[in-house]
């Protein structure tokens, strides 16, 4: 069975600098990884994927991520984070065969401040 | 850039009643997704349809829940008899190729916030 675990809840950073936001998952064979970002009263929009090719992804907003296989990690990352960066960011994993759904981690809230 | 939406923002019913939540996904997007998200917790799978069939159902997908594709455009998800515990917010999604772009991310809509009193 598919799994992704973000192991922090809350992650505090100052503005302008880096921040990165965890993400490790458990899938039989190649993933496919994806991270998400909830404004409050919003609903999930998507920042960028991981399906094959080079391990360091770009998304929207200067995020970007990468994928290891070997720690089954793909870290959500900014070089310089702003305040409007602040939200609930969910990574979410599916199998690349057939219809088959996404699974989310429990979400980690990020909170940049000023 | 086209999106999905969803109707109503916001439902409130009695605990009993029956619900019909609306989507309307991206134009010519081929697969569609319910999954909710209670207040504080991560987001769930209920359901996945393709080619106007269920294609995969979580647990939670129990004989109260029903989806349909009743024309071209629109995905409903209807709950019978809706219980407190179904108080959710509730994501359509749906995914498929978008011009010059891939088809394996799914979009979601902005939610319906069902409140069962």
């Known amino acids: 069975a598919q799994s992704v675990a973000q192991p922090e809840d809350q992650v505090n950073v100052a503005e302008g600098n880096p921040l990165t936001v965890k993400c490790t998952y458990s899938?039989?064979?190649?993933?496919?990884l994806f991270w998400y970002v909830q404004y409050p009263n919003r609903g999930l929009q998507f920042l960028l994927k991981?399906?094959?090719?080079?391990?360091l992804v770009k998304g929207s907003y200067g995020f970007e991520a990468e994928f290891n296989k070997s720690q089954t990690s793909f870290h959500l990352k900014k070089p310089s984070a702003l305040v409007s960066d602040s939200a609930l960011y969910f990574c979410a994993v599916r199998d690349p065969s057939g219809n088959t759904p996404l699974v989310f981690g429990k979400g980690t809230r990020l909170s940049v401040i000023a | 850039e086209p999106e999905v939406t969803q109707t109503p923002s916001h439902q409130v019913t009695q605990m009993g009643q029956e619900v019909i939540l609306r989507c309307v996904p991206i134009?010519?997007?081929?697969?569609f997704y319910w999954y909710r998200q209670i207040l504080g917790q991560k987001v769930e799978f209920l359901v996945s349809?393709?080619?106007?069939?269920?294609?995969?159902k979580s647990e939670i997908f129990d004989d109260q829940f029903s989806v349909e594709r009743p024309d071209g455009s629109n995905f409903t998800l209807k709950i019978r008899s809706t219980k407190l515990e179904d108080s959710a917010m509730y994501f359509c999604?749906?995914?498929?190729?978008?011009?010059?772009?891939?088809?394996?991310?799914?979009?979601f809509g902005p939610g319906t916030r069902l409140t069962v009193l």
């Open positions: 349809f393709y080619n106007n069939e269920i294609s995969e």
């Open positions: 991981y399906i094959t090719g080079d391990n």
């Open positions: 134009s010519n997007h081929l697969y």
């Open positions: 899938v039989s064979g190649n993933p496919y």
């Open positions: 999604a749906s995914r498929g190729r978008l011009a010059g772009g891939s088809y394996n991310e799914q979009f």
